[in-house]
């Protein structure tokens, strides 16, 4: 409990880094693309020097992509939450991640019996999905088995403090495993921050992870992993129970949902 409390407080000092660091980069980057595509208006530039406006226009963009990974990460993004049941959503979104992983791999969800009703953004738990997904693929090159349930938890004092935040209570459970190549523990501790990569350098941007992340806590939910290497990897993201106080507000199509946190 003292290491995840460590790690908490590890990421929230990058979280803040990450975030201004961010915002005034974006900025920056505006300025760039904005003066590129004014210069790519210019008819008396030869084909070559229009082309190399094209590349610094692309890689500017490139470059405003990673900061909006970073933004996610640092919960600057605008959050959209309404009432929804993760069962649904995820049986939902079984046809993309099936896309993701490929026919190597094999796709097994396991559905709680009872409806599991939260308050969330259904876009970025998508997203959640599609990320873990990916990197569940990258761990297994020779294939393997994508495992997905869900379930109720029942989060206690002891670990909501352990997290650093977060209040004990019910929450709604997605289990992500993979039979894939699993982590060391050195990988293990630096898998949220952004930019950390294993993969080959155009393989991986090391954001993805860290964008999981800033949505989980976004939803003031946590999440765990659980690996050794050669044993696999499993997530456990953690999300409250749907509060009926917003559910109300949620369903009232006059009003406009109020964004948490
Ligand atoms: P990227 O996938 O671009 O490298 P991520 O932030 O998504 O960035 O992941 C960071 C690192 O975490 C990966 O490079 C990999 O080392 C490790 N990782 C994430 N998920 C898994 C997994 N399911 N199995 C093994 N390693 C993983």
């Known amino acids: 409990l003292e290491e995840q409390l460590r790690q908490s407080q590890k990421m929230e000092a990058i979280g803040h880094l990450a975030g201004g660091i961010a915002h005034d980069f974006n900025n920056i980057l505006t300025v760039i693309v904005g003066y590129g595509n004014f210069l790519e208006l210019d008819g008396s530039l030869t084909t070559l020097q229009h082309e190399q406006v ?4 692309a890689a500017a963009e490139r470059g405003s992509q990673l900061t909006r990974g970073l933004l996610t990460f640092s919960r600057k993004q605008v959050m959209n939450p309404r009432n929804l049941e993760l069962n649904a959503l995820v049986a939902q979104v079984q046809t993309f991640l099936l896309r993701v ?5 094999q796709l097994k969800f ?5 409806p599991l009703n939260v308050y ?3 876009s970025q738990l998508e997203q959640v999905l599609m990320n873990l997904a990916t990197n569940a693929r990258d761990a297994m090159p020779e294939g393997g088995t994508l495992t997905i349930q869900t379930c109720w938890q029942q989060v206690d004092e002891a ?6 935040y977060g209040a004990p209570g019910r929450y709604a459970c997605i289990i992500v ?6 982590m060391d523990r050195a990988t293990r501790e ?13 393989k991986g941007t090391g954001l993805g992870m860290s964008i999981v992340y800033g949505i989980v806590k976004q939803h003031k ?9 050669g044993e696999g990897t499993t997530f456990k993201i953690y999300l409250p129970e749907g509060s009926s106080e917003a559910g109300a507000l949620a369903s009232d199509p006059g009003l406009a949902a109020p964004a948490t946190g």
Request: charged share 20%; hydrophobic share 30%; aromatic share 12%.
């Open 54 to 57: 094209g590349q610094i226009i």
């Open 101 to 105: 992983i490929g026919e190597d791999v």
């Open 110 to 114: 396991t559905p709680a019996q009872e």
């Open 120 to 122: 969330a953004d259904g």
């Open 159 to 164: 670990y909501a403090r352990s997290q650093g």
């Open 177 to 182: 495993s993979d039979s894939g190549s699993g």
């Open 190 to 202: 630096r898998i949220f921050e952004p930019f950390f990569s294993t993969k080959a350098v155009g």
């Open 221 to 229: 939910g946590f999440i765990n992993v659980y690996s050794e290497p």
